[in-house]
């Protein structure tokens, strides 16, 4: 069974910057999505942004300059850089893996990952 594990969540002031790191274990392919999503009380899930194997990568329109995704093929590991962070950033940040390619239509749905990490919060004060 392919584990997520996320690291790096913590608490900040607004202004400041996280790292967040996902790492996925037993994965049978090499060719994934990996994604970021984060969720607050009451609200729907959010996809902040996306990447796979062969460097396709999406980041909503609204994060762009602030968020930026990356992934360590061999350690199959992808990391949520967050500069500039605001109080309305803060939330449960979790990933979320898939086999193949992110789909620019379809990177964004939940239902589109078959795996899900534990998620980690981030809070942001002002």
């Known amino acids: 069974q392919v584990q997520l594990v996320e690291r790096g969540g913590g608490s900040v002031q607004s202004g400041g910057s996280l790292r967040l790191s996902c790492t996925a274990s037993?994965?049978?392919?090499?060719?994934?999505?990996m994604a970021w999503f984060r969720q607050t009380p009451g609200k729907e899930r959010e996809g902040l942004a996306s990447i796979d194997t062969r460097r396709n990568t999406h980041v909503v329109d609204s994060l762009q300059g602030r968020f930026t995704i990356s992934l360590d093929n061999l350690k199959n590991t992808s990391e949520l850089q967050m500069v500039s962070l605001k109080p309305d950033d803060t939330a449960m940040y979790s990933c979320?893996?898939?086999?193949?390619?992110?789909?620019?239509?379809?990177?964004?749905?939940?239902?589109?990952?078959?795996?899900w990490g534990q998620g980690t919060q981030v809070t942001v004060s002002s």
């Open positions: 979320a893996a898939t086999y193949g390619a992110c789909s620019s239509s379809s990177w964004f749905n939940t239902q589109w990952y078959f795996f």
């Open positions: 037993r994965l049978e392919y090499d060719y994934y999505c």
